[in-house]
């Protein structure tokens, strides 16, 4: 009896551990023959508040972006101010743990300082003040990380949905040649830093064709890009697979790496009748908009599972022309999608719930690897 008991036990003690180790299968180590599998981290992680969310981090991912504090309202508030506190923290961070680090991102429309297109008397700069702003903002921050930082954001989100320009004060005052001085200035303080240009909705058609635009403009004049990030704010429904091969492909032909830089699946019904990431954007709640306050059901995670499953063979198939997929954030909890466009509402984007235990959708896409 006392030998029978001694072996029951001991089985009952071997199930936590099969269990955590099922749970222990590392994305990293699924894809590490096929590309980088990133995640974006917020001020918290970068500061490691949590020692749960940096295991996971360090365990699971070897490419960090940083959600918000390397962009221009937070690393350089003021004309002669820098802040490199929290950046230093993210490089040490992916030092510490071989981690490639993307700079995210050097010149965009939004999150801005307020100093950055006015005089000192309030009047809008110039083109020649504008290009000495953007040229000393680059040379710094690039320059400051020298080495240390793998890849650079250089421009984000340059266009509109019909594939034009946006019309944001770089444009105005600057023109198109904003970005190419952007991509110049950024590989001047770098040479050896890969350079992107990073957009979301690139899979639909105009917009795709202005990235392309944008990627031959720059290599006709012999300026270095070395990528294009689509920024993967995706849904249930769309794009469609099809849609998305036709882009990878597409992009590959122009001789940049492809990456998918933000990814996240939202399962809430959109206001739009199209997905964007325009983040100055915002509706009502209702609960019609917010299905899921209490828990995702079943079928819809194992929608979710699926759907991460198709896009991850898909990545598979064209693993030669995709160097990079990183989530935009860790765990559910996290996800800017509870709050965009509408405020308040429970979404479930991500690989990990929110506690941090891993999803049906997380077993897809690691299986899809194996695949």
Same mark, same amino acid.
């Given at each position: 009896?006392?030998?029978?008991?001694?072996?029951?036990?001991?089985?009952?003690?071997?199930?936590?551990?099969?269990?955590?180790?099922?749970?222990?299968?590392?994305?990293?180590?699924?894809?590490?023959?096929?590309?980088?599998?990133?995640?974006?981290?917020?001020?918290?992680?970068?500061?490691?508040? +949590?020692?749960?969310?940096?295991?996971?981090?360090?365990?699971?991912?070897?490419?960090?972006?940083?959600?918000?504090?390397?962009?221009?309202?937070?690393?350089?508030?003021?004309?002669?101010?820098?802040?490199?506190?929290?950046?230093?923290?993210?490089?040490?961070?992916?030092?510490?743990?071989?981690?490639?680090? *993307?700079?995210? !991102?050097? *010149? %965009?429309? /939004?999150?801005?300082?307020?100093?950055?297109? =006015?005089?000192?008397?309030?009047?809008?700069?110039?083109?020649?003040?504008?290009?000495?702003?953007?040229?000393?903002?680059?040379? =710094?921050?690039?320059?400051?990380?020298?080495?240390?930082?793998?890849?650079?954001?250089?421009?984000?989100?340059?266009?509109?949905?019909?594939?034009?320009?946006?019309?944001?004060?770089?444009?105005?005052?600057?023109?198109?040649?904003?970005?190419?001085? $952007?991509?110049?200035?950024?590989?001047? $303080?770098?040479?050896?830093?890969?350079?992107?240009?990073?957009?979301?909705?690139?899979?639909?058609?105009?917009?795709?064709?202005?990235?392309?635009?944008?990627?031959?403009?720059?290599?006709?004049?012999?300026?270095?890009?070395?990528?294009?990030?689509?920024?993967?704010? %995706?849904?249930?429904?769309?794009?469609?697979?099809?849609?998305?091969?036709?882009?990878?492909?597409?992009? $590959?032909?122009?001789? *940049?790496?492809?990456?998918?830089?933000?990814?996240?699946? /939202?399962?809430?019904?959109?206001? %739009? +009748?199209?997905? #964007?990431?325009?983040?100055? $954007?915002?509706?009502?709640?209702?609960? !019609?908009?917010?299905?899921?306050?209490?828990?995702?059901?079943?079928? *819809?995670?194992?929608?979710?599972?699926?759907?991460?499953?198709?896009?991850?063979?898909?990545?598979?198939?064209?693993?030669?022309?995709?160097?990079?997929? #990183?989530?935009?954030?860790?765990?559910?909890?996290?996800?800017?999608?509870?709050?965009?466009?509408?405020?308040?509402? =429970?979404?479930?984007?991500?690989?990990?719930?929110?506690?941090?235990?891993?999803?049906?959708?997380?077993?897809?896409?690691?299986?899809?690897?194996?695949?």
């Amino acid at each position: 009896m006392n030998k029978f008991l001694i072996l029951l036990v001991a089985a009952f003690a071997l199930a936590p551990n099969q269990s955590k180790a099922q749970k222990e299968a590392s994305l990293k180590d699924a894809f590490k023959d096929k590309f980088l599998m990133g995640v974006a981290i917020n001020r918290s992680q970068i500061n490691q508040s +949590n020692q749960e969310e940096i295991d996971l981090i360090t365990s699971q991912f070897n490419a960090l972006t940083a959600e918000n504090d390397m962009k221009w309202m937070y690393i350089h508030p003021k004309q002669d101010a820098y802040n490199f506190e929290q950046a230093d923290k993210l490089v040490e961070l992916a030092e510490e743990n071989d981690m490639f680090v *993307v700079g995210h !991102t050097l *010149v %965009w429309h /939004s999150q801005l300082a307020p100093w950055v297109f =006015t005089s000192d008397n309030g009047d809008t700069i110039d083109n020649a003040k504008l290009t000495d702003r953007i040229q000393k903002h680059i040379a =710094t921050i690039v320059g400051n990380y020298k080495g240390k930082i793998d890849a650079w954001d250089v421009v984000n989100e340059a266009l509109e949905e019909d594939g034009s320009y946006r019309k944001s004060p770089f444009f105005k005052i600057g023109g198109e040649a904003f970005i190419e001085k $952007a991509f110049q200035f950024a590989n001047a $303080a770098d040479p050896e830093a890969e350079l992107y240009y990073n957009d979301y909705n690139l899979i639909t058609p105009a917009k795709r064709d202005g990235a392309i635009r944008i990627i031959n403009n720059l290599k006709s004049k012999g300026i270095k890009i070395d990528g294009v990030g689509v920024q993967a704010h %995706w849904s249930l429904e769309g794009p469609s697979i099809e849609e998305i091969e036709t882009a990878i492909e597409m992009y $590959a032909e122009t001789g *940049v790496k492809v990456m998918f830089t933000e990814l996240d699946i /939202s399962v809430l019904p959109s206001p %739009w +009748n199209s997905p #964007t990431a325009d983040i100055s $954007a915002r509706f009502e709640n209702n609960p !019609t908009m917010n299905p899921y306050p209490n828990g995702l059901p079943d079928s *819809v995670q194992t929608q979710l599972a699926k759907r991460y499953e198709e896009i991850f063979k898909l990545f598979n198939k064209h693993s030669d022309k995709i160097s990079r997929v #990183t989530f935009w954030g860790l765990h559910d909890g996290l996800s800017w999608k509870n709050n965009f466009p509408i405020r308040g509402r =429970t979404d479930y984007t991500l690989l990990f719930d929110r506690e941090m235990k891993p999803k049906k959708a997380f077993d897809a896409v690691i299986n899809s690897a194996k695949d």
